[in-house]
């Protein structure tokens, strides 16, 4: 099922009420769901390798923490933030300034705006510390996505 936006984030408590979580796609939710993201935010880092390291192996520790309280949600929001972790990286080492596209597409009216927006991308600058910060981070996301209990939790997860 599609993450659900349309919930009051400010007020849910994920732990007590785990029911009302769907997994979306990607990173949907990453910045919304409490109380993980304040748990797992504070560590979240990138700039350097080394700093991208600690992050990641935080985050992952969080996310085998989570597993081992069978807390499924806790477990997919650590995954999304080393997820996170690897696309914000790769979009600094292709971009310095972090943005991807000459206008946001987000801020477009219509769907074919957006789609036009999509077209106009930076030009690439590559920078190879913040690329070595997203290897990191792919690293942790690609063992927390295909780990055994975490794959069987999500397998029970409410689809609908």
Do not use: N
């Given at each position: 099922?599609?993450?659900?936006?349309?919930?009051?984030?400010?007020?849910?408590?994920?732990?007590?009420?785990?029911?009302?979580?769907?997994?979306?796609?990607?990173?949907?939710?990453?910045?919304?769901?409490?109380?993980?993201?304040?748990?797992?935010?504070?560590?979240?880092?990138?700039?350097?390798?080394?700093?991208?390291?600690q992050s990641s192996e935080k985050i992952y520790e969080m996310f085998l923490n989570y597993l081992e309280q069978d807390d499924f949600v806790g477990a997919d929001m650590a995954r999304k933030f080393l997820q996170m972790g690897y696309t914000r990286a790769r979009r600094y080492a292709n971009h310095k300034s972090g943005k991807k596209y000459q206008k946001n597409p987000q801020k477009e009216s219509s769907q074919k705006a957006q789609k036009e927006a999509r077209k106009d991308i930076l030009p690439y600058e590559v920078d190879p510390i913040k690329a070595e910060s997203a290897a990191i981070f792919k690293e942790k996301w690609t063992l927390a996505k295909t780990n055994e209990k975490y794959l069987q939790l999500l397998a029970k997860w409410p689809k609908d």
């Open positions: 099922m599609p993450f659900d936006y349309s919930l009051d984030f400010k007020t849910i408590d994920f732990r007590l009420s785990p029911e009302l979580y769907r997994v979306g796609k990607g990173e949907q939710g990453v910045l919304l769901v409490e109380p993980y993201k304040s748990e797992i935010l504070p560590h979240w880092r990138f700039k350097t390798p080394e700093i991208a390291r």
